[in-house]
């Protein structure tokens, strides 16, 4: 059996600028597919997790339900479920579930420790362990909300 990184769970995802939410193209202009293991270096000297199952844990744990419209179905119901309500162990429930069930490539969340809900702008601040399936770990920080 092929180990968690020699799989590419989301091919033809793009990376995403995690500072930005849009999607990665490089200095030439070419949009910067995922795959296992990637670290992408920005002009600016940040570095992107390009990964295929970080990334894409990333996107489904910062796009609400319904914002992607390629994708409807893909994001987390923020307002309903989690930060409407302003429990951020609630809010943190909802989004690994999210990250969980719907993020190919995902076998689990662990360690996860909430920064809190910022009352003014109901922005979620998180840390995690992301358990590859094969067995893989990779950190994981999440910046979620509107």
Known sequence: MPG??????NPGEPVFDQSTGEPYVDAEGALVEVAPGLLVQAPDGRTLDGDDVANAAWL??????GECTRQADVGVPYLQQALGQGDDALAVDVVVAE?????????GVVDVRSRGIDPLTRV??????????GGDEQPFAGVVGP
């Open 99 to 107: 990250v969980v069930t719907r993020t190919p490539g995902v076998g």
């Open 60 to 65: 489904r744990a910062n796009v609400y339900l």
């Open 124 to 133: 979620l601040h998180f840390d995690a362990t992301l358990l590859r399936q």
């Open 4 to 9: 968690s990184t020699s799989t590419t769970w």
